[in-house]
């Protein structure tokens, strides 16, 4: 269920959950959610949570506890026990399609877990396995498990609609927080260029809060027209440049020091482009990096050793066991 929530970070978390409950402010029912290295708590008055507790408004999708139940009480006994143990605690929720990753061994018993799902979040209406994200497109290898057999959705994130279809285009709503904060760094006036777009949730947050000149890049076609959609939905036809095709074929025809910004969300190989990107940047311009990697500091001299300078770290959502991706927000100094 959509909830105003409030972003702490774990280490706080326990003590914010107390300070929260004394002042009547968590929302009874729903289920807080760890995003990345944070807590979101779903609460009443997300102002004022923000302020008891130093944390950051936002809001999300929660599962709705059936008397305090999770979908993994729901499915005690019913399942055997080491394929129980196994099954993950948390699954995304991307607008009304819930996505979970899963093991091929855990297929078997796809659709009773799709049905608790369901019982615990009442707005899902399809479930599908995740078996890992692929390819260039970084697109999932879905399952149906569960529910309606469509893989397109509306997604909210802070007021944006977004377009995603799950099957065809990389979506993650863990990042939202992220798409937000990227957005209100902009200025009015800027030329910013998101070479990673996806379905494009950088440039439709951006467009929505600024004035800017906005180019989306992505290599998969399916993410482009994600994105169209979404344009139109959030009547922003027009403030966003489109542009269906590999970042490097974009950058070989962008005049050089032309840009005041550029987004580079592909961890893995986002620090590749790196040298392709600083002629471009005008000095003094703004590049924000996302790298894989185990601590701030490893993220931190990947970029600076392809000739940017960092300026800010953050952890951003979990990649693997002691692997995280993290932001480098960086400048181009000249
Ligand atoms: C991690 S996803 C982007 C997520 C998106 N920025 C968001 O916040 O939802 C990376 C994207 O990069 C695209 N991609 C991969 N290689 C590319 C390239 N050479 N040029 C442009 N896009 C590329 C993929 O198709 C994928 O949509």
Known sequence: MRSTCVGVELRGANEALRKLKEEGLLRKGLIPRRVGGRLL?????????????????CEDDFEVSERGKTYKDLLKGALPDEVHA?????????????????GEEHLPFGKAVAEAIMRVVKNVRVVYASLGVEGEWRVPRLVHLGGERRSETVHREYGVRIFVDVARAYFNPGLGEEHRRVAGLVRDGEVVADLFAGVGPF??????????LVFAVDINPWAISCLLRSLTMNRLVGRVAAVSGDARDFLSVVGDGVLDRVIMNLPHHATEFVPGVLPKLRCGGWAHVYVVATSPEEAVSAVSRRGLEPVGVRDVIDYAPRKWVFVVDSRKVC
């Open 41 to 57: 708590i779903p609460v009443e008055d997300p102002a004022r949570a923000a302020e008891l507790v130093g944390g950051e408004v």
């Open 86 to 102: 196994s099954l993950p605690r948390s699954y995304d929720v991307v607008g009304d399609i819930a996505i979970i990753r899963l």
């Open 203 to 212: 440039a439709l947050h951006i467009a929505r809060l600024r004035r800017a």
